[in-house]
Each structure stands twice: as C-alpha cells, then as structure tokens.
C-alpha cells in the first residue's frame, strides 16, 4: 500500500497538456473514453507520487469544469511498457478533443493500481472508481478546488496551444 504522506503532499496537483492519442482501448474495449497526455505532462510527475487512481476535476480548452479520474502507471492488465495518465472526465462530449488542452487538478486517491484478472472486473472496478470520486468531489474540500484560477484560462492561450 502507497505510503499516504507521498500521496497528499502532492495534492491538489495541476497540470495541463495537448490531448494524444493512446492506445485505443479507452472507449473501444471499455466503454469508458479517456484523455491521454503526452509523456513530457506524465514524465513531470512527482518522482514519487504513487501510481494508482486518482480523482480531480478536469476541463477541455476554456470549457466547463467536470469531475474526473485518472489512472497514473502501468495498466497492469495491459502491461504497459511506457507509465501513463488517462482521465476519464465524467461528461459526455459531442466529439473527440485530440490537439486540445486538457486541464487536470487531482484532488484525492482512490486506491492503488492493480492486476486483474478479466476485462469485465477491469471495467466494473472503473465504474465502482467513478461513482466513489462522484461522491467525494461533493466533499467542501475538493469543490473549491473547482473554482480555481488555474481553470480561468484565457481563450488566447488555448489558441497558441500553451
């Protein structure tokens, strides 16, 4: 279990990045779409945060601020070579968002990645995921985190994509 003095000393933690592409799996496999960011975002982590699956609130270019999570490792069950960060934001969106800013504040951590052993238990522990980070982003803590200046992003600078 990740020691959870490195995890909250971390916390809330912001980052943004253009949407990549990534392995594909996130709506297809899972019915469950991701945002990836490219490596230079998951290459500037804390070196020694824990890899697992985190909650937050998440936005795309100037728009709305949405509950999200994120998975940050290795993705077990698909032995990833390469650590990755995919956000599922909790919002349904007309279309895909590749080229845009995505815009991250973590806010707490669920639980610790892990192996499992079929694709549906895979996808039922995201759900379970989802509807636990639904419940504690009402928490007075993590909603003001929502409101944040970081998310006040200036349509000029989405258009230089910085």
């Given amino acids: 279990m990740p020691r959870a003095d490195c995890i909250m000393r971390h916390l809330p933690y912001f980052c943004r990045g253009q949407v990549v592409r990534g392995f594909g799996r996130g709506s297809k496999q899972l019915g469950i779409p991701t945002a990836n960011f490219p490596e230079q975002v998951v290459d500037n982590l804390p070196a020694d ?3 697992g699956i985190y909650y937050g609130w998440a936005s795309v270019g100037s728009g709305d601020v ?3 999570v994120v998975s940050i490792g290795w ?3 698909y032995k990833n070579t390469k650590k990755s960060m995919e956000t599922h934001i909790m919002h349904t969106f ?7 800013i995505l815009n991250v504040a973590i806010v707490g951590y669920l639980r610790p990645e892990k192996n499992f052993d079929s694709l549906e238990s895979l996808i039922s522990a995201i759900q379970g995921d989802i509807e636990e980070a639904k419940k504690r982003l009402e928490l007075p803590e993590h909603l003001k985190v929502k409101e944040d200046n970081f998310f006040q992003v200036s349509k000029s600078k989405i258009m230089n994509g910085h």
């Fill in 49 to 51: 945060i824990s890899t």
């Fill in 66 to 68: 949405h509950k999200m």
């Fill in 75 to 77: 993705n077990p069950y």
């Fill in 94 to 100: 007309k279309e895909d968002f590749y080229g845009e």
